[in-house]
């Protein structure tokens, strides 16, 4: 970024910015696309499959944290805005109900619905007076990186692998490859959406518990198993939040 860039904002530098239920509802899905990660490498336990996850994890969530700057920047006011965040929203859906079987078939379709998330975050860029010069060269690295991930969905195995990490590789050299203005950047909002959607992620490890049980026949041994894994979220929620009074 370039000093003298002019700052976007369309609300006062000292108004505080609360997240959104719109953008809580966003989290919800990508949650959806963590749980779909976990269960993915839970079925895949080798080192080629936490290769796998890691590498989606990357893709995915590089362009879920652009669209946290994003709606920081430009918060989800108008409804062009909203309905652009649904339809990113959906993008989402599609990509978590693929990961299962990204590596063996499905690709092609995490890479289209990928397209369509990079579509819809430069749409929004583009619908914010940013200048087009820059909206062009971003959406063109993008369009780039979105390249890899669907070539590398129709060749499956080794070559995929390789071509969804040269896809990290481009994510990584966009921001100092395209000269975006400067934004007026509110560091509360970025607290807030990831507590919330680490609480969301809790939420959904206490239902995986749920789940796993199934329709096993209540014991002792299944009670002890379901509150030592109740006992991890705890501790795992006492890491990120208990500060201070906590």
Not at 53 to 64: F, G, N, S
Not at 73 to 83: L, S
Not at 123 to 143: H, I, K, Q, T, W
Not at 225 to 231: I, Y
């Amino acid at each position: 970024m370039t000093t003298e860039a002019a700052a976007y904002d369309d609300r006062p530098a000292e108004a505080d910015l609360r997240v959104s239920p719109l953008e809580l509802f966003f989290d919800l899905v990508f949650v959806f696309t963590i749980t779909q990660l976990s269960d993915s490498l839970a079925h895949h336990l080798t080192v080629a499959g936490l290769a796998r996850v890691l590498v989606m994890l990357a893709v995915i969530w590089w362009m879920y944290d652009a669209f946290i700057w994003l709606t920081n920047a430009m918060p989800p006011t108008t409804h062009p805005r909203r309905g652009l965040l649904l339809l990113g929203m959906t993008g989402f859906l599609v990509i978590s109900l693929t990961v299962p079987h990204a590596f063996e078939g499905s690709g092609v379709a995490f890479g289209l619905a990928y397209v369509l998330v990079i579509a819809v975050h430069t749409g929004m860029f583009a619908g914010a007076d940013v200048p087009l010069r820059s909206v062009l060269r971003m959406g063109g690295l993008n369009l780039v990186n979105a390249a890899l991930v669907v070539t590398g969905g129709l060749l499956e195995g080794t070559a995929q692998l390789l071509l969804w990490g040269a896809s990290v590789a481009v994510q990584f050299a966009i921001p100092y490859l395209v000269d975006l203005p400067q934004f007026q950047l509110r560091a509360g909002h970025f607290v807030e959406r990831h507590g919330l959607v680490m609480i969301v992620a809790f939420g959904e490890s206490v239902i995986a518990i749920g789940v796993g049980a199934g329709d096993e026949r209540l014991s002792v041994a299944l009670v002890g198993a379901a509150a030592l894994a109740l006992g991890v979220c705890v501790a795992l929620w006492w890491a990120y939040f208990g500060h201070d009074d906590d």
